[in-house]
DNA sequence: GGTATGATTGACT
DNA sequence: GTCAATCATACCA
């Protein structure tokens, strides 16, 4: 089952807390998303602050499409664009709970402890193969595939992880109790 | 054209 | 705990 089309067409802090307990597959590999970050283009931590660029010209495209960047220069990391009237916003994904295709990600990730497949967002994208060539493809189409939750997950809260601004807004959402965070999160 | 920086990770002291 | 790896992008000249 598919999300809705106007699921990403809401304000990022939203999308990202209810992305949590979304399973998210990539040519049928990955799992169940247990931590997010939200960006807005109001927050000076966010790419899409201080307006569209070659590299963030994802985020103010369509909702509901892919943002791929690369992350000091090493790894590739992956949001959601999500956002009303394409001002710009997205959701980063940090962390699954690994499902579906394990001994994929365990070949990709050269490790074989399920707690550090796909706990990070630089982990998470070498272990579904994320590049650039993804970037701008429409979530709800092959090779993605986003399966909505069944039921409502309790979601805990903290700050955001690795900023120099705007640590102090705190939009990171995490399945609560999860064993895959890549953080832990501040005792509720 | 040149330089500074980062939504990270893994190895090492 | 500290620190290097490594490069696309952004910003300044």
Redesign the pocket.
């Known amino acids: 089952m598919s999300l809705d089309p106007k699921f990403f067409a809401r304000e990022p802090v939203i999308v990202a807390r209810d992305l949590i307990g979304v399973t998210l597959l990539l040519d049928g590999v990955g799992g169940i998303i247990v931590e997010t ?1 939200a ?1 807005d283009p109001l927050d000076p ?4 602050f ?1 307006g569209k ?4 010209a994802s ?1 103010f495209g369509p909702p509901g499409c892919a ?1 791929v ?7 590739w ?1 992956m ?1 959601f664009v999500a956002h009303k009237s394409r001002i710009g916003g ?3 994904i ?1 962390a699954l709970e690994p499902t579906h295709g394990i001994a994929i990600m365990e070949a990709r ?1 050269g ?1 074989e402890r399920p707690k ?1 497949l796909c ?6 994208g ?1 272990a579904l193969a994320i590049t ?1 060539a993804l970037d701008g493809l429409n979530l709800n189409a092959p090779p993605f595939a986003l399966s909505k939750r069944q039921k409502r997950f309790p979601v805990v809260v903290g700050p ?6 705007g640590v102090e807004t705190p939009w990171r959402f995490g399945l609560k109790g999860s064993e895959f965070h ?1 953080r832990g999160f501040p005792a509720t």
Request: glycine share 14%; proline share 2%; net charge positive.
């Open positions: 970050e960006y931590a966010s790419h899409s201080g660029t070659a590299r963030n985020m943002y960047y690369r992350s000091y220069g090493i790894h990391c949001n997205g959701v980063l940090r990730r490790c550090l706990s990070g967002p630089g982990r998470l070498q650039r955001r992880i690795g900023l120099s601004r890549s």
